[in-house]
């Protein structure tokens, strides 16, 4: 108790910075991800064909490998960035790559009647889009969505691979300078399942309310 009580102010600190990684890289991946999934269903081939190959490269390849390249690999093209810029860098184009593709399912999922409705009474294609296809892309994607995110805070652990302080790297730490690792990192696990059940019963809620709507 006595090493968990004088760590614990530590693994705070590494809870803020693993919280900071996982909302930022969330937020910017979902701007990103819907860019992508519009590409993905835009009449233009060039613009489909680069969405289509982004997301295969960075839902093909692994998660360390592309925050180890952002971090080591970018300095041999003279761009430096500091260890949390690069991992929030990193997270954000993973996470993008697989928000898309729960975009783009919300999209496609919208009945095509709505489309050809709101055409016949001459709405413009973005109107229709804004009002009508995006809040019920939105209902349809949001489990998705949800899931990816409390999957997305788990994998800013890996961040800890270019030396970023986050809680993953804390609890080594600690494990480290006691030889108590059960401790350090069952305190760890303990703080990740406290914040995915979190963002889960916020989920829950963001769903039941925008089911009612229907």
Do not use: C, H
């Amino acid at each position: 108790m006595d090493l968990l009580a004088g760590a614990l102010p530590m693994l705070l600190q590494g809870l803020g910075v693993t919280v900071l990684l996982g909302v930022a890289s969330f937020v910017l991946g979902s701007l990103l991800g819907a860019l992508i999934a519009l590409a993905r269903i835009s009449d233009f081939r060039v613009l489909r064909a680069v969405a289509i190959s982004y997301v295969s490269v960075f839902r093909g390849t692994p998660l360390l490998i592309q925050i180890m390249l952002l971090y080591f690999g970018l300095p041999q093209l003279g761009i430096q960035l500091a260890p949390i810029p690069s991992a929030i860098l990193a997270l954000t184009l993973f996470s993008a790559a697989y928000l898309s593709e729960n975009f783009r399912g919300g999209i496609l999922g919208v009945d095509k009647g709505q489309w050809e409705a709101s055409s016949s009474i001459g709405m413009p294609y973005w109107r229709t889009f804004r009002r009508i296809v995006f809040p019920q892309a939105i209902r349809i994607a949001t489990p998705a969505v949800g899931s990816r995110f409390i999957a997305l805070m788990k994998d800013t652990s890996l961040a800890s691979a270019v030396t970023v302080v986050e809680l993953t790297r804390v609890a080594e730490s600690v494990g480290n300078a006691s030889f108590r690792y059960m401790e350090a990192f069952l305190v760890a696990a303990l703080m990740y399942w406290m914040i995915n059940t979190v963002l889960s019963i916020g989920q829950g809620m963001l769903e039941r309310r925008l089911g009612r709507a229907y």
